[in-house]
């Protein structure tokens, strides 16, 4: 691992004006062949001068302040919904921003609110009329006349962001006091557009030292609504949100565009507003396109601007797939844990990390990896600078196996089916730790380092033209009622119809959690048929359960699988549909894996997931016996799931890596069924030409 | 306790032909003042002599089976759903009786088959017209043309029953072989009750020593439908469904009587059918109505025909209440587990249900006790002689503290608000054992011993006219869509409206699981404002949560609980909705008890419940302080949870029960406030005059 082939490139440095040495010194422990600049920061005219390459960041829309000061009407805005009064007598006073933050919102009161705003008897479901509401627009409080008491009252309103949330964010979280607090303007005004490809000039030209620019961003954040007190600092966030592309601009377009209005409710849901885990509406998905175009188009625009300036030898639409290591040069983190602080331990987190990404790594190429956040803050932690060196070793070494070709896979191709499809591939609801509870995000997470090819698949694509020919399995994973598991979607027949057929043709469903779940026609899981089993959640209690012979855990599926499968917090109340499911593991009279034929087609249900070596184990296994490759199955793998391995047939190269925080020993086999015999330390790596 | 005051009276004995000396011993032993017949047993002359009261059994629509195999068209009949069949092509063949008992139905095809079933497409919810099904009389199965392949169809069909529920069970249970399978008669035809009639005249007649005839299953049983494979032997059952009502018959008198018809559907609810923990529709409400009425009229004329026959003495109207103890003289119970039995232990069984049973003997008289079953089983069991001995006197001591007046309450009147009200007052989904997932019973059981006046109420009641003046502390329990939390009731403007405004006004709300929930206006607690509680259900997970200062367990409610509350399976993902909600406990960061404050009232809400001591005095400390009685609340309390106490201010009585299996002592407070100390043996009670 010490060979001077990997020990420069592919790696981008956040350098840090004042910390010139240090950003010297670890540029060349960690080869960085790029140095770029963080948010909030400059760098320095010798690191500019270093001779390595320069990468700098802009977020364009946030770019100019004095300008989006100058011009408050052309500040990004969104709907927000007010906090639920209840009405205790004919008359209710709701103050618009209770419980958002002041320092973030304040209320569009310019834009015709009777004409974009809506006020809802959320009791009733009832919108109030226009004329039976008043808004006093100094105190930013809508007056509702005629309200019925002990009534829900809600109102959907515009506002403006005078602070941007990321600004935000790191403005709090790195303590910036009096800094300046940036705000982002809205790139739907002609006036904003022409502003911002100036900016880019401007900004180019005062950058010469600027080989690659990072546009962060482009153009508008993932929705972030913060509180305005303790027990609730932050209010709404996703980040696979459209809620900060609305503003009357927009949706002005979008009529004339479209030919119908998006309404507030469109947007605000009832206070659930579109999050990415929620069941969209055709509305919604339509206004997604809609803001799609706009910003490829305008983007196009100025990355065109950007290239020409730099005249750039790149060829536009290739991208370079750069990986950020984890964690972020920050004194904590997310949930405000420390990280490069007092009592944090980031050479232990870089390392968990890399080991979850490395398997990954293993199996589809990564261009470049890097760093983000402040330099500085790693100079007390020389244990951390050295393992970010092996790391970035180990990184170009990996991509060294790629050059060649693929590494074996099963001949399976798994779809997973979401309501998002190819749009949200891999992402789904954004990072894994902000919503553990995903069984989805955790099936992702461990197939993202199996022997197999994943592609993904929207309800409504299969509704339409069917599962693809590709496709061999086919999952859906998630909690009724998401945008994951189906919900509505699953009430549709030509989307039940054509998985039946697909299956019982020869095709395989793996569903986990609550698949196929919606309550429709005295069924939970609407394909309890193909699944083998239904859910019970108190509606049907009082018929029987079928019974099932205890599990011997001899299944290909179980065969390594040690005492009970552990899913976290999975789903109860399974049973079979009839003494045709298979049970292979059950808790408290609930199965947690079962498996059926159905047709010429299998099913394999697992009652919940979260990632592990086991679990993935038992996917993987789970995929091979959907498929019908049980005999295929053995070829590269390792006995124990602990470790886990690609082969290169091109480089004849077999990669073993180990998962786990000991050291490991395991037999190994090849592709002709021989085994022999691989230790590996904890987290290692061996690399073994066959 | 050996005071022969209590060794002789109300108590019922089973007696049992062939058994005679064994019948007057016991009858000696237990100090029974009447002897009553079993199921399938008929009592010696010896016995009908012996000069104790006779209580014969007597279920009439069984009573008379050689006249119900004659008249087969006037067997009781019910509607099934056949099991879901997916369609594979153009055509479906289902077979009707596919996963029931063909003991206990046959297919009724001579009652116009096209004009009472429904075929339904169940994934479009659409019905196939008549002209699109064909049933085959002889093999009894219905063939579906022109069906849309991989949708999913079921058959909705009349059967005649031709072995009663009881009977079978009884005969199963028993290993009775070859002896008669019962059936029961429809006395919606005139032709069955003039013979029923006849049948009791004749019944009477035939047992003069008879002096009380115990009518079983006037006329209807609880539903109960028997499976056909080893994995489901009981398909569903439900102790308060009127399934068994419905025939031919019945369903033309109530198109007749009230206007309109009863479709199959609106019993067989998909095949949820209308299980009491199912929210009702208004129809099926109607249905149970006109049922009632019907069995109410026609049972009149049965026992003023019977009192008749005898001469009564007793004033018809007056009930006497029986209360019969367990386990049931039998030798399995109903899970299959010994009872009078090797394995068995039935003394333990018999006191642990006893000390159950007698914390709420405490607040509400009941007049006499009984067993049930076949005598002969407890002979091997000379200590469970000698218990029910011992039971027998404690329950005539306690029989006598009610006769000068009530027991000492808190001032508070508990309401219980389920979709049933008073039709289902303590009831409600039958026995504990069955359904032990349920808050509601578990609540009930806490709630029936503890000093506090309780009624039941309906969510029409309440819509209609208000939470009733008397009511103090409304419970709410159950899981989302639950005949018990109320489901779509909860959608109700007038309902949500009157309870708000009541509590505003000093009422208390107490919430317990899944209170007030039904996804709407983007709620899913409808009275979340008043509970100070949501639950996430994977709908909002993008929205904050708020936080909460840790629980300190000084509150006055959780003043007695040591460590976490043990509410069993409850629920989780509860968040308080802002800072005005007090957390009392809470685990994995979701609240399990918390309070608020709302207007002048107060609620409470605990995340589940299992009757359990600790739970029953957190429940007892929770309605005092919603009461805002927590002044009033120490007067004749037992500090030990394991105890409890009743004081009976007329007879200046204090009865102290220990109501676990280990002895306890502790402190015990009387009127005053003062202290004084008690000990008690295992299951002990004592006497206090004071």
């Given amino acids: 691992m010490r060979d001077d082939a990997f ?72 709907f927000l919904m007010s906090r639920p009064v209840v009405a205790t007598g004919p008359t209710v006073r709701v103050d618009l921003l209770d419980g958002y933050s002041r320092d973030q919102f304040v209320v569009n009161v310019d834009d015709d609110p009777r004409g974009f705003w809506q006020v809802f008897d959320r009791t009733t479901g009832v919108e109030v009329p226009p004329s039976s509401w008043d808004l006093d627009a100094g105190t930013g409080a809508v007056t509702i006349a005629r309200a019925t008491p002990w009534h829900r009252y809600t109102v959907n309103f515009l506002v403006r962001r005078i602070w941007e949330e990321i600004s935000m964010y790191n403005h709090v979280t790195n303590d910036w006091g009096d800094r300046e607090r940036l705000m982002s303007v809205e790139p739907r005004h002609p006036e904003t557009r022409a502003h911002l490809l100036e900016v880019l000039d401007r900004w180019l030209a005062e950058r010469p030292a600027t080989k690659v620019v990072r546009f962060t961003s482009l153009f508008y954040n993932f929705a972030w609504f913060w509180g305005d007190r303790p027990e609730r600092r932050f209010v709404y966030s996703d980040w696979g949100s459209y809620d900060f592309t609305v503003n009357p601009a927009a949706l002005r377009a979008f009529e004339k565009a479209r030919g119908y209005r998006m309404s507030s409710e469109d947007f605000v849901n009832a206070g659930l507003y579109n999050a990415s885990h929620n069941v969209p509406s055709a509305r919604y998905r339509d206004w997604m396109e809609f803001t799609h175009d706009f910003v490829v188009e305008f983007g196009r625009t100025c990355v065109f601007n950007g290239f020409e300036a730099r005249l750039c030898a790149a060829v536009p639409g290739v991208a370079t797939r750069e990986l950020r290591l984890h964690p972020y040069l920050f004194p904590t983190g997310l949930r405000g844990e420390p990280t490069f602080a007092e009592g944090g331990n980031p050479t232990l987190d870089a390392k968990r990390y890399w080991v979850q990404v490395r398997r990954a790594l293993l199996r589809a190429p990564v261009d470049r990896i890097g760093l983000g956040g402040y330099l500085h803050l790693v100079e007390p932690f020389p244990d951390f600078q050295d393992c970010i060196a092996e790391l970035a070793r180990e990184f170009r070494l990996l991509k060294t196996f790629h050059e060649r070709g693929s590494p074996h896979v099963l001949p399976a191709r798994v779809g997973v089916v979401t309501a998002w499809g190819r749009l949200r591939t891999w ?216 470790l886990e391995c690609a082969w290169y047939p091109a480089k004849r190269t077999l990669v073993v890596i180990n998962n786990c925080g000991d050291p490991v020993g395991s037999r190994v086999f090849d592709g002709g069924g021989n085994a022999f015999r691989v230790s590996l330390e904890a987290h290692g790596i061996a690399i073994l030409e066959r």
């Fill in 7 to 78: 020990s420069t490139g592919s790696f981008t440095l956040p350098g840090e004006a004042g910390f010139e040495k240090l950003t010297a010194k670890l540029a060349e422990l960690w080869g960085a062949d790029t140095i770029r600049d963080s948010d909030g920061t400059r760098l320095s005219d010798e690191i500019l001068s270093s001779g390595t390459d320069i990468c700098s960041t802009l977020c364009l829309v946030r770019a100019d302040n004095a300008w989006a000061k100058a011009n408050p009407d052309k500040l990004q805005q969104n």
């Fill in 427 to 642: 992402t789904c609801s954004g990072h894994l730790h902000e919503h553990p509870e995903l069984e989805l995000t955790h099936m992702l997470e461990s197939l993202s380092g199996l022997p197999v090819d994943v592609e993904f698949i929207s309800f409504d694509d299969i509704a339409a033209r069917g599962v693809p020919e590709a496709i061999g399995e086919l999952v859906n994973a998630g909690r009724q009622g998401s945008a994951w598991s189906g919900g509505r979607y699953w009430k549709e027949p030509a989307l039940v119809e054509r998985v039946r057929s697909w299956v019982a043709a020869g095709g395989a469903l793996i569903g986990i959690g609550e698949p196929t779940a919606e309550p429709h026609g005295g069924s939970y899981f609407q394909l309890s048929d193909v699944l083998g089993v239904e859910r019970e959640t108190g509606r049907s209690i009082c018929s029987a359960k079928c019974t099932f012979p205890p599990p011997d855990g001899t299944h290909f599926i179980t065969r390594d699988l040690e005492g009970a499968p552990d899913f976290g917090r999975d789903v109860d109340g399974i049973h079979a549909i009839d003494g045709g499911t298979t049970v292979l593991a059950s808790r408290d009279g609930s199965p947690t894996i079962t498996v059926r034929e159905y047709g010429s087609g299998r099913s394999l249900y697992l009652s919940g997931f979260v990632h592990s070596p086991a679990n993935a184990r038992l996917l993987h296994r789970g995929i091979a016996w959907c498929a019908r490759m049980e005999a295929e199955f053995p070829a590269w793998t390792c006995e124990d799931v602990r």
